[in-house]
Every structure is written in structure tokens, then in C-alpha cells.
């Protein structure tokens, strides 16, 4: 089982709340409905909340802002993924996914990759 992670950031001019619920209730179900032709096996969004603990985070370690959400999706396997994507039916979908996202992601600002997990 392979996963892509992406780090979403919000459009500049989105509020957190409205990046969000764009995210849930318009990118969501667009995704769902569409998870069989990317043979998604699972697909999880976890949404940034507005708390001291994040500034406090930052700041004892150092670090950058936080993300406003990240994105899991869990495939069988890379090659899995990959002949997907690769097919007329992928590629289609895949640009209009990226289309989608680009009504309330900041790709500039944002982050992908694959992972394979470790549970320990």
C-alpha cells in the first residue's frame, strides 16, 4: 500500500473557513464520485484548526506555518497508481481534479508526495 500526501495551503485571498468548506463540500464529493476510476482505495482530508497550540508549535520549534489541511490517498500499489493515471480515463480525470483545485489551492505554496507507511 502506497499513500499521496499533499499539504494544501489556501488561496491568499480565501478566509481558512471557505478554503475548507470548498475543500469538503465541492472537492470532496467531486473526488469520491471518481475514486474508482484512480482506484483510491481510501481518502482522508485533515483540516488545520485555529488554535494557540499550532502558534505555540511553531514557535518552540522554529518552524513554518502550518499547512491549512493535508490530503491522504491510499493505492494498492505505485504501479497501480500509475497505469490509472496513465489511462485515457486518468488523465482526463486528473485535469479536471487539477482544475478544481486550482478554485481554492495555492500550488505554489502547497506540497505532494508518495509515502509507504510504517505502523509501529
Not at 478566509?15 to 464520485?33: C, G, I, M, S, V
Not at 502550518?66 to 496513465?86: C, K, N, P, R, T
Not at 485535469?95 to 500550488?107: K, P, Q, S, T, Y
Request: proline share 3%; hydrophobic share 40%.
Amino acid at each position: 500500500m502506497i499513500k499521496f500526501v499533499m499539504c494544501l495551503r489556501r488561496h491568499p485571498e480565501m478566509t481558512r473557513e471557505a478554503f475548507q468548506d470548498y475543500w469538503l463540500n465541492k472537492h470532496a464529493p467531486f473526488f469520491q464520485a471518481n475514486a474508482g476510476t484512480m482506484r483510491a482505495k481510501k481518502y482522508v482530508q485533515s483540516h488545520t484548526i485555529d488554535t494557540p497550540l499550532n502558534d505555540g508549535l511553531r514557535e518552540s520549534r522554529g518552524m513554518l506555518a502550518e499547512y491549512d489541511g493535508v490530503a491522504e490517498v491510499w493505492f494498492e500499489s505505485e504501479q497501480d497508481l500509475m497505469e490509472a493515471m496513465s489511462s485515457p480515463e486518468g488523465q482526463q480525470l486528473s485535469a479536471a481534479l487539477l482544475e478544481d483545485e486550482g478554485n481554492f489551492v495555492d500550488h505554489s505554496k502547497s506540497s505532494a508526495f508518495i509515502v509507504r507507511e510504517h505502523e509501529l
